[in-house]
């Protein structure tokens, strides 16, 4: 089975500042992708970043980036320049290759508050 | 992603009554998967639809609730004799095919908010 552990219930950061959301995994899969996703106080899921885990780079996309280090199973959610409107709950998700490999499976989620 | 529409955003049920969700995939997708999110919770996989088939529905409570997915029309989860339980956020997401991991982008639609009084 599949887990996803985000161990930070909440975190704070000053605006324009970097923060970085833990997110470790569990898997037994060889074959994996890793998800981020934003869901802000209206509700609704945002996707912001993949990586799979054969990629050789670490996957950026503009302000994310995701710090993925493979032997530790992890995949730390970076958000650069903090933004007022970063404010917001962070999943981090993961689906397998083998089996039901069209479920994706959940952590927590981080509750990040970005402070002017 | 604006594709997935849902609706209706917020639906209010006392107890008893039955609750429809409705989930219109993306143009040209053919699967529909349902999640729910429960206070305090990340989403939690129900069920994965094709069309007039369910392929999976491993996630679904026993009792209560089902899942269709017709030829024509919208994917609807439907909630029987809704318990205060059944309070959550209830996301749909689509896709064109089977959603292996070439599928590198996973959109949901906004949710549906139901609240049991």
């Known amino acids: 089975a599949q887990k996803i552990t985000q161990t930070q219930p909440g975190m704070f950061v000053q605006e324009k500042e970097a923060v970085t959301l833990d997110c470790t995994y569990d898997t037994s899969d060889p074959s994996y992708g890793l998800f981020w996703y934003k869901q802000p106080s209206s509700g609704e899921m945002i996707f912001l970043i993949y990586?799979?885990?054969?990629?050789?780079q670490n996957a950026t996309e503009g302000r994310y980036s995701l710090n993925f280090q493979k032997a530790r199973k992890s995949a730390n959610l970076v958000i650069s320049a903090s933004q007022l409107g970063d404010s917001a709950m962070y999943f981090c998700a993961m689906r397998v290759r083998g089996g039901s490999n069209y479920k994706l499976t959940f952590g927590k989620g981080t509750l990040l508050t970005v402070n002017p | 992603n604006a594709g997935v529409m849902q609706n209706p955003r917020h639906l209010v049920r006392r107890r008893g009554q039955e609750a429809r969700l409705r989930c219109s995939p993306m143009k040209g997708h053919s699967h529909v998967y349902w999640y729910r999110q429960l206070p305090e919770e990340g989403l939690k996989f129900m069920v994965y639809?094709?069309?007039?088939?369910?392929?999976?529905e491993s996630g679904m409570p026993k009792e209560r609730f089902s899942a269709e997915f017709p030829k024509e029309g919208p994917s609807i989860l439907r909630i029987q004799q809704v318990v205060r339980g059944d309070s959550a956020a209830y996301f749909c997401?689509?896709?064109?095919?089977?959603?292996?991991?070439?599928?590198?982008?996973?959109?949901f639609g906004q949710g549906t908010r139901l609240t049991v009084v």
């Open positions: 990586q799979g885990s054969y990629d050789q």
């Open positions: 997401a689509s896709s064109p095919e089977f959603g292996g991991l070439m599928n590198t982008e996973a959109f």
């Open positions: 639809l094709q069309k007039e088939n369910i392929i999976d």
